[in-house]
């Protein structure tokens, strides 16, 4: 059974800096594309950063670009995202979601975790 | 970056109607779209990929179509587990980006 753990959220300070990390397990993590995808209070799903199964390519959504960003460690089979300099708009509950296909990077997400809240707030 | 308009916003039905949202992205994006449901408290799931491609376990009421800039999700003779809010999402381009949602509630 596919199963994805997000962990580290909290609240932080504005500017502040915070890692999430998602425990994935009941699949062959390293030949997944990964990705973090996040929801405001109330609002819709917006696409965070994504990872190749390697790790060696990444991509990012401009509202977090050079804060942001997404690691693997594949013998561990977690998923990271280092978030820097964080803002009140990066408040929201972050999904770690797995790619359907290998080893294509298509950008459809066939298990999601639970989430991990995030709130930056002084 | 691609824009991604759903309408309606919200839609009123009863058990058993045919519900259809659509979602027009600001550019063509080919058949790179994918549905996903969304329960309260719950993590999205993926309903259909590549604008028609029913995910495995997914009812057979649940159905897409469209390809460039305008797609359809439709749901034929809704269910009680139905109501949930709808999200498209385009996966022609980084970054992959998402339509506002569709709220399906009960009428």
């Known amino acids: 059974e596919v199963q994805l753990l997000e962990s580290g959220g909290g609240l932080v300070q504005p500017g502040g800096s915070l890692r999430l990390s998602c425990a994935a397990s009941g699949f062959t993590f390293s030949s997944y594309a990964m990705s973090w995808v996040r929801q405001a209070p109330g609002k819709g799903l917006e696409w965070v950063s994504g990872?190749?199964?390697?790790?060696?390519?990444?991509y990012y959504a401009g509202s977090v670009k050079g804060r942001f960003t997404i690691s693997r460690d594949n013998s561990k089979n977690t998923l990271y995202l280092q978030m820097n300099s964080l803002r009140d708009d990066d408040t929201a509950l972050y999904y770690c979601a797995k790619e359907t296909t290998v080893p294509a990077t298509l950008g459809y997400f066939d298990y999601w975790g639970q989430g991990t809240l995030v709130t930056v707030s002084s | 970056d691609i824009q991604m308009t759903q309408s309606p916003s919200s839609v009123s039905a009863s058990v058993g109607d045919r519900v259809t949202i659509t979602c027009r992205a600001s550019?063509?994006?080919?058949?790179?779209l994918a549905w996903y449901q969304q329960k309260p408290g719950k993590a999205p799931k993926l309903l259909i990929s590549a604008a028609s491609n029913l995910q495995s376990g997914v009812p057979s009421r649940f159905s897409g179509s469209g390809s460039g800039t305008d797609f359809t999700l439709t749901i034929n003779s809704l269910q009680p587990e139905d109501f949930a809010t709808y999200y498209c999402q385009q996966a022609n381009d980084f970054p992959w980006t998402f339509g506002q949602g569709t709220k399906v509630e009960i009428k």
């Open positions: 990872i190749s199964g390697s790790g060696g390519t990444t």
């Open positions: 550019q063509g994006i080919s058949t790179w």
